[in-house]
Nanobody
Framework: RLEESGGDQVQPGASLKLKCVGTGWSWDYAIGWFRQAPGKEREGVSC????????LYTDSVKGRFTFSRDDATSTVYLQMDNLKPEDTGIYYC?????????????????????WGQGTQVTVSS
């Protein structure tokens, strides 16, 4: 089971830190953050193939978002800085279907499962 938290309504330029807590999984698995804006398909925001893998980011968030994981507490974070209105959406975390994927090269939603319920992020002035 995965559970996301940390979403909020903020103004452009603000920061938020999302949290994803899981139970029953190896936190050396490939884990990803995804978002879905109203009327749009779910997209990959950031993911990591294993606890030793460098995180991947979609181009629109590079330099603003930071993926991290704390294996001791089975927690994954997404630090989001300089938020923009286009970052608005429901943010989800999920586990890769193949488990640990050190060679992971993209964050495709179809490759992930065991989705959490999501946390809403709204960026507006």
């Amino acid at each position: 089971r995965l559970e996301e938290s940390g979403g909020d309504q903020v103004q452009p330029g603000a920061s938020l830190k999302l949290k994803c807590v899981g139970t029953g999984w190896s936190w050396d698995y490939a884990i990803g953050w995804f978002r879905q804006a109203p009327g749009k398909e779910r997209e990959g925001v950031s993911c990591s193939g294993s606890k030793d893998s460098a995180p991947l980011y979609t181009d629109s968030v590079k330099g603003r978002f930071t993926f991290s994981r704390d294996d001791a507490t089975s927690t994954v974070y997404l630090q989001m800085d300089n938020l923009k209105p286009e970052d608005t959406g429901i943010y989800y975390c999920a586990i890769h279907r193949a488990g640990r994927v050190p060679s992971l090269s993209q964050c495709r939603p179809d490759d992930f499962y065991y989705w959490g319920q999501g946390t809403q992020v709204t960026v507006s002035s």
